[in-house]
């Protein structure tokens, strides 16, 4: 059973990573035709940097990257029905987030999403909902801001000794991190540009599409060679 579970999840993987990345140049040419709408989100980016290497500031960014770390996990968690038993953040940058496990389903979201889920960033996408048009702009400040961070977040903390990336192998842990830190970068872009609303009812359905023309296309030439 848990080698069919594991075919099955990298044929999964696989065909995401593969809808994603025929998609994303499409999505990142678009976006750069379109620069003038990004200039807020590149504002809010290059401010994050800029405190980046302030000292005053580096001094509480690692404390800040584990509170999003475990707040990620804690999250994602709940999301997939865990009861969250406590969630902890020391001084020192160090934090652990104890749940119910006995489920296995979700546990490699819950484990791995704090590296390629941008969570603060999802939450001022989905903010942006509620604002009138003119007020974009601020939003999109936040966005740029909040993905700078968890890029450097991820940079930071994506490593073979994470007991996370470890409990699920170092490939099948990359494989995962990579499929949802592409997709995740797609929806960013697209959200800037549409809103999270019509970037996901508009990408998933391109995923779709891609995929039962290669099915159809597969399929085709099977039964080709059977005649």
């Known amino acids: 059973m848990r080698i069919l579970s594991r075919i099955f999840y990298y044929i999964?993987?696989?065909l995401c990573l593969a809808l994603i990345i025929v998609h994303i140049p499409q999505v990142v040419?678009?976006?750069?035709?379109e620069y003038k709408s990004y200039l807020w989100f590149g504002c809010g980016a290059g401010a994050y940097l800029i405190l980046h290497i302030l000292p005053f500031f580096r001094k509480n960014e690692k404390w800040l990257q584990t509170f999003s770390h475990e707040l990620t996990h804690t999250v994602v968690g709940m999301m997939f029905f865990r009861k969250?038993?406590?969630?902890?953040?020391?001084?020192?940058?160090?934090g652990a987030v104890q749940h119910s496990g006995r489920r296995n389903f979700g546990g490699i979201f819950i484990s791995l999403s704090p590296y390629c889920f941008p969570i603060f960033t999802y939450l001022f996408m989905l903010l942006r909902?509620?604002?009138?048009?003119?007020m974009?702009?601020?939003?999109?400040?936040?966005?740029?801001?909040?993905?700078?961070?968890?890029?450097?977040?991820?940079w930071s903390q994506t490593g073979s000794y994470q007991s996370d990336i470890q409990k699920y192998g170092l490939f099948r842990s990359y494989l995962?991190?990579?499929a949802w830190r592409l997709l995740n970068m797609t929806i960013i872009l697209l959200t800037i540009?549409?809103?999270?609303?019509?970037?996901?009812?508009f990408i998933f359905p391109e995923y779709w599409h891609t995929?039962?023309?290669?099915?159809?296309?597969?399929?085709?030439?099977?039964?080709?060679?059977?005649k």
């Open 12 to 14: 999964f993987i696989f």
């Open 29 to 33: 040419i678009d976006s750069v035709r």
């Open 84 to 94: 969250i038993h406590s969630f902890n953040v020391e001084d020192a940058g160090t």
């Open 129 to 134: 909902i509620l604002g009138s048009e003119n």
């Open 136 to 154: 974009f702009y601020i939003f999109d400040i936040f966005i740029g801001f909040t993905a700078a961070f968890h890029f450097l977040c991820f």
């Open 176 to 178: 995962f991190i990579a």
């Open 193 to 201: 540009r549409t809103g999270i609303i019509d970037a996901v009812t």
């Open 211 to 226: 995929l039962t023309g290669w099915w159809n296309y597969v399929s085709g030439l099977v039964m080709s060679w059977i």
